[in-house]
């Protein structure tokens, strides 16, 4: 029986690694590119990025939410809190909007309270660690003590250093050797 981890490099593999042209979130161009929200959002995928994330975290202490920025952060997220529940786990999500609603509360971040509460950033996929970063300062304005930072897959680039940098650790679950890549 191939593990979770397994299951899920082998669909990243056959669903979501484009090659060509392409401009990443970070403006940096790349002959390829890993699409985590066609997996992210797959029926066969999301249980086992759930699965896989919840191994990546399990042994940090005191973790009452995950979540980060939206879009990327959401579906890594709600796969945590549903495989964490059938492993008697119980996470709540968190979505971090990228700027605060201009109507009615107002909030950047939606979900549980998290003042005072240790919470996971999590990222479907990173490259300079920026959006990581933007969540945790929304994060911060609420009260919310970060824990750390967990990535589905790592690019090799700036992302963990910069996030370490700032004092956060960093976590990914599959690298681009796992994918058969070179880093860009």
Known sequence: ???????????????????????????????????????????????????????????IDGVVAVGGLTMGADPIASAILHQGIARGKTYDAFVVRKEPKDH???????????????????EDTSTTGGSPLQAIEALKKVGAIIAGVAVVVDRQAPAKARIEGEGYEYRFAIGLDDLGLEPQ
Do not use: C, W
Request: net charge neutral.
């Open 1 to 59: 029986m191939t593990s979770a981890r397994e299951q899920l490099i082998e669909l990243i593999k056959s669903d979501a690694v484009f090659h060509g042209d392409f401009t990443l979130t970070s403006g940096k161009k790349a002959s390829y590119y890993v699409d985590m929200r066609k997996l992210s959002l797959d029926h066969r995928a999301a249980p086992l990025i759930g699965q896989v994330m919840l191994d990546l975290i399990d042994d």
């Open 104 to 122: 009615g509360r107002g909030r950047q971040v939606e979900g549980p309270d998290l003042n005072g509460k240790r919470v996971i950033v999590v």
